[in-house]
């Protein structure tokens, strides 16, 4: 029978690789990985270049695509709008504006426009920083909106609520963490929240408790549906700690604790302002989470041993190192884990051992995206729009470096042959037919 299934899925693996929507923040696996064959490795801004669509604003939120809808968020000045472009021409199909309130972060970081749409094909959802949810459907007409501020209590963090809200099937999940940073002041909020994607109306909405202190409160990290065909749960991420939550009730499954030092994971000291920005990744059988700032990476197996509270070295914690990426998703392939830091330093790790690979320079500059994968290649960009292409593997080599001219937080992603890159001006459609 073995034999059987094997020959009859032989056509099915020689064949080319079927299109793939980007649907959401990490694409169609939730681990920032393409299916897609033949991706440009360079450009400029006119090498490979299929269009351009000028933004109106600054905004990091990583496209998403379907089908023939690529959806972008930016700024407009004190407006936040939701745009949805034509993919083979970049032309706007509409524009809408869903809230106001823009603010900046420091040095030109972010804006409010930085979490990420998510899309089923035939609705979007946004999540803007100032709280305020909805959904529209392809013509550009509003499903639902609400402001969570109201319904889960005022958001106080730092720079904005970053977090971009989880679609998994017919909900959407969000987590909000967050609380007064002030010292001596223990309070703190941290919710994780099921909502109805097609009503908006609250599934549960559960307390997340913690004894984070000061800015460790706030968390820009955002949340991941953990689905290995047998176990599935909700990884929410800050505050201190990582948290794996039952779909159905919000039931607080596991916690893997300690993160903050001094620890067995972290032995620094304790660090007031540990706040988390990079999520977990997640993938069959672990959960790669890292920390903040001087702290650890820690990998976590996914078994029957993942429950309660997980403190220290022994399972289910498979091994832990020094450094974290801060900003960037950890990027899992082919049994390599890659740590993208915020100074354009990549490191590669055995996802087996935790045993450092290399740890190398690429571009000297501030990065704040996530790494993708395809086609054999690593692609990531830097503040100053200078986006390097890695091979993939054991050896290091970089393969192109690219320069926009042009400021880049957004991560880039792949839908069907293209790649698509935001800068704080433009989207851009990348193709090496061009």
């Known amino acids: 029978m ?19 929507n980007w649907h959401q923040w990490r694409g169609p696996r939730n681990d920032g990985t393409s299916i897609a064959k033949d991706v440009a490795t360079s450009w400029s801004k006119s090498e490979n ?6 933004m109106p604003g600054q905004g990091g939120a990583t496209p998403v695509v379907w089908d023939d809808h690529l959806f972008v968020t930016s700024a407009d000045g ?29 040095a030109g970081e972010g804006n409010s426009a930085s979490p990420t749409p998510s899309t089923d094909g035939e609705h979007v959802w946004v999540f803007f920083s100032n709280g305020v949810l909805a959904c529209y459907d392809f013509a550009g007409s509003e499903v639902w909106k609400f402001d969570t501020n109201d319904r ?5 963090i730092q720079f904005g609520m970053t977090s971009t809200p989880a679609l998994e099937g017919d909900h959407l999940y ?16 941290g919710k994780v929240i099921k909502l109805d994607k097609l009503t908006g109306e609250t599934v549960w909405e559960v307390e997340r408790i913690t004894d984070a202190v000061f800015e460790c409160k706030h968390s820009y990290a955002s949340p991941f549906v953990y689905d290995d065909g047998e176990k599935q749960f909700l990884v929410a991420h800050g505050a201190d700690c990582t948290t794996g939550h039952s779909l159905e009730t919000g039931e607080e499954l596991w916690r893997v604790a300690e993160l903050n030092g001094p620890s067995d994971v972290n032995p620094g000291r304790h660090d007031a302002t540990f ?7 997640v993938g069959d059988g672990f959960i790669i989470i890292p920390t903040a700032k001087a ?19 022994n399972e289910p914690t498979r091994w832990a190192i020094e450094q974290t990426p801060d900003v960037s998703i950890p990027l899992v392939v082919d049994e390599l884990v890659y740590l993208l830091h915020k100074d354009g330093r990549l490191q590669c790790l055995d996802l087996a051992t935790g045993k450092q690979v ?21 692609y990531f960009c830097g503040k100053d729009g200078v986006c390097t292409v890695v091979k993939a593997g054991r050896d290091f080599e970089i393969v192109a470096s690219n320069d926009l001219g042009e400021s880049i937080t957004a991560s880039p992603i792949v839908a069907g042959d293209t790649l698509y890159i935001r800068s704080y001006d433009a989207v851009y459609a990348i193709r090496s037919s061009q």
């Open 152 to 156: 889960f209590g005022k958001i106080d």
């Open 2 to 20: 073995k034999l059987l299934i094997s020959l009859t899925m032989l056509p099915l693996l020689s064949a080319p690789a079927v299109a793939e």
């Open 49 to 54: 270049v299929a269009w351009r669509a000028p």
């Open 295 to 313: 702290g650890p990476t820690v990998a976590v197996t996914v078994s029957d041993k993942l429950h309660g509270t997980v403190a220290g070295t």
């Open 358 to 378: 290399y740890f190398e320079r690429t571009h000297t500059v501030q990065h704040r995206v996530s790494p993708l994968y395809a086609d054999g290649h690593i």
């Open 275 to 281: 706040r988390f920005v990079s999520s977990p990744a």
């Open 78 to 106: 004190d407006d936040l709008l939701l745009i949805a472009l034509d993919v083979k021409t970049g032309d706007q199909r509409w524009r809408r504006k869903v809230t106001s309130g823009n603010i900046d972060a420091r």
């Open 174 to 189: 969000l987590q909000l963490i967050h609380g007064p940073m002030r010292r001596g002041d223990d309070t703190r909020t």
